[in-house]
């Protein structure tokens, strides 16, 4: 329990400021329950989740001033009935879900208090961001404070406040204090510290069950990790001994070591070798660059960075190690920590094998207590009370423990599967029929290791213990690449007349056939074990009927959220398809190696946009492309449809030409087909080509043709679009007022629809018209509402470009301070996503706001860096943007004189580094 000084300072008296206490609750878990169960039930959870929180704050004497769906924000003027009302949601939304378990009210809580600024729509402050950071780092069923709320409140009856360690949050430089609050009672053993994996960034996950041992492997494989001269690090050894679990632990202890964090990127479900690349570019959030390699811009990205990356599951990619050995020669600072059952054999490689738990000696079997000083032991217990919570080790049954650990050789994974069946068997049984098993098994397979025979036998011998349908459903759910939900398993692996009985899973998981991640209900199984069941599945005969029936399965998911692409809940949607890429790729795979050409191309056709949106450019290609070659000249709508989506794929990988020959093959079919809907489609693509080209006549001539289209199939979101880039096209020719009119006609109908994503663009390019007219409050507003949409879809780009912009206004109202902290959060999007057309934009809007406080040499010197950059990346700034740009300068320039064309010149002789650190310098300087 943690201690807490009494003496606190004082809320501020300032009367410009209000002292308020936030409270931010998020229902977890809430989109992946909404797609599982529908949108009426999303809808009943949200419901329950917002009459509780109103009940509950109310009570409290707070307000919730905001609801959006799955998120509750509220206010206290009194920071101690924060913490109160805080504890008792949890303990309301606990009671909740045992009184009706089809409502998870699982539901992060952070709650902070501190001085804050009202602001048009809300507050602005410090606490209101650390309580929206603490909401987002608290699982379900956790409240999360900070010391000065606590210090505020002093002791809670009938709860206590427990220490979890300092963290790195975003957005702040210091660590932050954590602390949870608690009913009195509740306190967990062995509480895992959150520094651990949030001290620098990761994605290095918790793991569900404490790590046992390997005291020596941790200190060895750290040692060597912090070693200047080991940059690439493999763990091997067969399946089952532990490489993910020590490499994550090896990872996590390393942690504070790497600047830039370290990520985990499991590749088990990986089939293709060429994929490496873009998933580790996937995992890093690294968008592809037109026309570039995903290899060349992920070590553009890296080559900066210190960072760790853990690839796991290697073995089945020997053919991507050149990918490693790329990388690792074109980053310095990065270092790789692999896991394999054998080494990639690149230059400059160190293996570390890892070797059994360790075991006691049979002969001079040592004390009770002893033996749980062996790592293999301490895991048995460990796994065997979490299948009978009343299972202790004792004098009566140390040594069938001992012997059982011995028998699997000290691997975890066997271990953890002889484990489980102690609800069933007292360990001396569990001895006799686990080592029949063995000894039959010994003389298996002769291109198998010793320690792998041990573990096939044992998931052997845990396969026969299952009931016929345990074993069938066991089998089938090799099918799944990267987890399966409960629908997709009811649908794959059942019989038209069966019904899935979940207690079947429940089984497998019990018996650590299976896991189930948090609360998703998603259901996977360890590569190793997968391996093992792909056996049974095709000693069963059913492995192409279940292929077949599990890529059915997706193609009708992906149709399924087809329509979502231009409906409110787009980001929902986005988020499952991008969960089930891998069984989408294994669909796939399945369908063009089989010669279903036909499947192939429905799931080319259904999945295109989502890997536009997602970023998945050059895999999207490689998908669509081949299916469309598979085809041959089928002439259906999922050709036309395959057509667009290779048109555009090719279009934002800055392959003009090919874009242009898909989309008008496309045009001629839908023509040929009279299919409207394909024929719309494709003028739209062909008329953004022209506008990219700069082609504006010819882009008028094809929107307005594809406007009509779709006014013709009341096609509301179409129209949107297409009113949107009639609207840019009259931007670009300087018809700033035909502009405006045409965004706002479709920005009504973005409304109309709830398309946030569609509403967000629309808002962000008036606002740039708006700029453009000299309408500064305007463009202020319509900026702020995009931030607002843009933020809530999760779309990154174009929510930095928009604050670029906002950082533009602030910095022409004189707000300096706003001015640099806006730019410095586009500047680090745009690195992160590795968005280069964006360098030179940045600049520009640093160069005018230098001019907007007086420092003319430095607009000018920016300036000039910028328009150099342009050149250097091809980028065209349109006439309507340089007269703006041009207005904005126009101070500095005369401020300059004769000097502003020197002053430029020099700027173009910068690099683009040393542009950004002249900008950056200027937020040290007084406005």
């Known amino acids: 329990m943690t201690e807490l000084s009494p003496a606190v300072a004082s809320p501020p008296d300032d009367p410009a400021t209000q002292f308020l206490a936030f409270l931010i609750a998020d229902v977890r878990g809430y989109t992946s329950f909404t797609v599982e169960h529908g949108t009426p039930a999303g809808a009943r959870l949200a419901r329950k989740f917002a009459e509780l929180s109103k009940v509950l704050v109310a009570a409290r004497g707070g307000e919730v001033i905001e609801l959006r769906g799955d998120e509750a924000l509220a206010i206290f003027a009194d920071p101690r009935q924060a913490l109160y009302a805080a504890a008792e949601m949890q303990e309301r939304f606990q009671q909740e879900m045992e009184e009706d378990p089809s409502l998870p009210l699982k539901v992060g809580i952070g709650v902070d208090a501190g001085d804050v600024v009202p602001v048009e729509g809300g ?65 967990p053993a062995g509480f895992p510290p959150l520094v651990s994996l949030v001290a620098r960034p990761s994605n290095l996950p918790l793991q ?159 004390s009770v207590e ?139 998981v019990d018996k650590s056939l299976m896991r189930k991640e948090g609360g998703d209900d998603r259901f996977f199984m360890l590569r190793t074990i997968r391996d093992y069941a792909w056996q049974r599945l095709e000693l069963s005969g059913d492995t192409d009927p279940m292929q077949r029936r599990h890529a059915s399965y997706y193609l009708d998911l992906a149709r399924e959220a087809e329509p979502a692409f231009r409906a409110p809940d787009q980001d929902i949607w986005m988020s499952l398809l991008e969960r089930e890429h891998d069984n989408m790729r294994a669909a796939l795979s ?85 299919d409207e809907i394909g024929r719309a489609d494709a003028l739209y693509g062909l008329g953004c080509i022209a506008d990219a080209q700069g082609d504006y006549d010819r882009a008028e001539t094809l929107i307005e043709e594809c406007l009509d289209a779709y006014l013709g199939l009341n096609d509301t979101w179409g129209v949107a679009l297409a009113m949107n880039n009639l609207g840019l096209i009259a931007k670009y020719r300087g018809e700033l007022e035909r502009a405006q009119e045409l965004m706002e006609e479709g920005l009504e109908l973005a409304r109309h629809l709830g398309q946030r994503r569609a509403l967000g663009i629309l808002l962000f390019n008036l606002g740039c018209v708006h700029w453009c007219i000299g309408d500064m409050s305007g463009a202020r507003e319509r900026y702020q509402e995009a931030l607002v949409e843009l933020q809530d879809v999760g779309e990154r780009l174009v929510t930095a470009m928009t604050e670029g912009e906002l950082g533009l206004v602030a910095g022409a109202e004189g707000d300096y301070s706003r001015a640099q902290e806006l730019l410095a959060q586009t500047l680090e999007t745009y690195q992160e996503l590795d968005y280069r057309p964006g360098i030179p934009e940045w600049l520009e809007n640093q160069s005018r706001i230098a001019g907007f406080r007086g420092d003319a040499e430095r607009a000018a010197l920016l300036y000039g860096a910028a328009d ?52 950056q310098a200027a937020s040290s300087v007084p406005g």
């Not at 209101?128 to 709320?149: D, F, H, M, P, Q």
């Open 590 to 674: 399945w369908a063009l190696e089989g010669e279903d050409r036909e499947l192939a191309l429905q799931l080319s056709a259904a999945l295109h946009r989502f890997w536009q949106v997602h970023g998945h450019l050059t895999e999207g290609r490689q998908w669509v492309e081949q299916s469309l070659e598979r085809a041959g000249e089928v002439r259906t709508r999922d050709q036309i449809e395959a057509l667009v989506g290779a048109g555009w794929l090719a279009f934002y990988q800055d392959d003009i030409d090919r874009s242009e020959r898909f989309l008008s093959r496309a045009l001629s079919l839908a023509e040929e087909l009279n």
């Open 123 to 187: 507050y602005r402050g410090l606490a209101l961001n650390l309580a929206a950071r603490l909401c987002s780092l608290a699982k379900a069923g956790e409240v999360y404070a900070t010391e000065g709320i606590v210090h505020l409140s002093d002791k809670l009856d009938g709860y206590v406040y427990v220490e979890r360690g300092r963290v790195a949050l975003k957005g702040f430089s210091d660590l932050v204090r954590v602390i949870q609050v608690l009913p009195e009672g509740e306190l």
């Open 370 to 508: 002893e033996l749980l000083s062996y790592d293999a032991i301490a895991l048995f217990v460990q796994r065997a009370q979490a299948a009978r919570s009343d299972f202790t080790l004792t004098a009566e049954v140390a040594r069938p423990v001992a012997e059982i650990c011995a028998g699997v050789d000290g691997l975890p994974l066997a271990i953890e599967l002889a484990a489980a069946r102690i609800k069933v068997f007292p360990p001396p049984i569990l001895l006799r029929r686990l080592s029949r098993r063995l000894s039959l098994l010994t003389g298996g397979a002769r291109d198998l290791s010793a320690r792998q025979q041990t573990l096939q036998a044992t998931i052997d011998w845990s396969f026969s213990l299952l009931d016929p349908g345990e074993q069938r459903i066991f089998a089938r759910m090799a099918v799944f690449a990267g987890g399966s939900t409960l629908h997709a398993i009811g649908r794959v692996c059942m019989e038209p007349d069966e019904h899935l009985d979940e207690g079947t899973l429940a089984s497998l």
């Open 208 to 366: 569900p069950t404490p790590f046992v041992g390997r005291e020596a492997e941790i200190a060895a494989v750290t040692d060597m990790l912090r070693r200047d001269d080991i940059r690439l690090l493999t763990l091997t050894g067969p399946g089952g001994t532990g490489k993910t679990r020590l490499a994550l632990q090896g990872a996590a202890a390393v942690l504070d070591d790497f600047q830039r964090g370290a990520f985990w990127i499991p590749l088990g479900s990986v089939a293709d070798p060429g994929l490496l690349a873009s998933t580790i570019a996937g995992t890093l959030k690294v968008k592809e660059a037109p026309g570039v390699p995903i290899l060349e811009t992920l070590s553009d990205y890296l080559k900066d960075r210190q960072m760790l990356l853990v690839l796991d599951n290697f073995e089945h990619l020997a053919d991507a190690a050149p990918v490693v050995a790329a990388l690792l020669a074109a980053c310095p600072d990065l270092k790789i920590l692999t896991t394999s059952r054998s080494p990639l054999h690149v230059s400059g490689e160190h293996t570390f094998d890892v070797p059994p738990l360790t075991l006691p000696n049979l002969q001079r079997l040592p």
């Open 868 to 919: 150099a950059l342009r050149q250097e990346l091809n980028l065209s700034l349109p006439v309507v943007d340089k007269n703006a740009h041009e207005r904005d300068l126009e101070p500095a320039r005369s401020q300059l004189g004769e000097d502003w064309q020197t002053a430029l010149h020099r700027g173009r002789e910068l690099t683009a580094e040393q542009a950004i650190e002249l900008a």
